[in-house]
Every structure is written in C-alpha cells, then in structure tokens.
C-alpha cells in the first residue's frame, strides 16, 4: 500500500536549498512547497532557517520511513548539535496519510505541527484543504491560531523549491 507522508524541511547551516533538493530527489518527493526564511522559533540567538514542506510516497511504515529520512540527514551531513539548534538538514515526518499514532518513538501526526507555521504555511501551499487526522483542524484554521508568528516567516517567491528528476540508477 502506498502512503504519502508530508515531510517538513529545513536548516539553516550551509547550502541549505541544495541539500533539500539532494533530499528530496533522493527521498522521491512528488511535490514541495515553496521555500520561506524564518526566524528560529525555540533557541533564537542562530540564524533564521529555510523550510518548506514536501509529499513523499512511500510503501515503508511509519518508523521504516522516519528512519528513512534521519538516513537521508546523515547523509547531508548533519551533525548532532543542542536541541533546537542550527542544523544542516531537518526533516520531521508530519503526517502518512490519515495515520493517528502514539508511539514512544513515534508521534503522528507531529506533535508540535499547531504550533509551527513554518510548517503550516508551506503545507497550505501543497494541501490546502488537508485536515488534522486526530483533531479535524483543517490547516487553514491552525494557520489562524499562529497569527502571531505572521512576521517571523518570508516567503521566497523567485526561490521555488524544485524537484529534481531522481537520479538513474546503474
């Protein structure tokens, strides 16, 4: 069966546009949103960040797939630093489909997706009329509650996040 998971990028170290790229095509992403500059939210004294939000199809579970995606931040290079921190590459599983789980490794979908308009904003871009599998909130509504995040995030209107054909195997 295949799912789609909605994967929120970011970073804020670095070609930060390139490694999401280099992500994406590795991931497969079928689309992305496009790129927003946005002030650091949790620990601030860094730079702001780039994000964006992407849809990945994938037959794998939900733990499969995350552990999918921190492979694919090694690979960019990440490296561990304090929580909240400047990053290399983020990549936080949002959603797989309409899945609701409580795991002890995994929370879908996001346990913190209300309160991030870094997310939510791009996400608007992609499924503007998705809805919250465990509480119905339509995105669109819990864009609204983050009203007061308005000045924190910039769209980059000339700086569209491309996905790249996937790379050819041989």
Do not use: C
């Amino acid at each position: 069966m295949i799912r789609t998971a909605i994967v929120a990028l970011g970073g804020n170290v670095g070609d930060v546009a390139g490694r999401m790229r280099t992500a994406l095509a590795e991931l497969g992403a079928t689309r992305a949103s496009r790129l927003y500059r946005s002030r650091p939210m949790y620990l601030t004294d860094q730079p702001p960040f780039l994000n964006a939000v992407a849809l990945v199809p994938t037959a794998e579970g939900p733990l499969d797939f995350l552990r999918r995606l921190k492979a694919a931040e090694a690979a960019a290079g990440r490296i561990a630093r304090e929580r909240n921190g400047p990053r290399e590459l983020d990549l936080d599983l949002v959603a797989l489909d309409d899945l609701v789980v409580e795991g002890s490794d995994l929370v879908l979908p996001h346990p913190r997706l209300a309160e991030r308009r870094f997310v939510l904003l791009p996400l608007v871009d992609l499924l503007p009329f998705w809805s919250h599998p465990a509480t119905g909130d339509g995105v669109n509504d819990l864009l609204r509650r983050t009203a007061d995040q308005a000045d924190d995030l910039e769209p980059l209107p000339d700086a569209l996040l491309q996905v790249p054909s996937p790379r050819p195997v041989r």
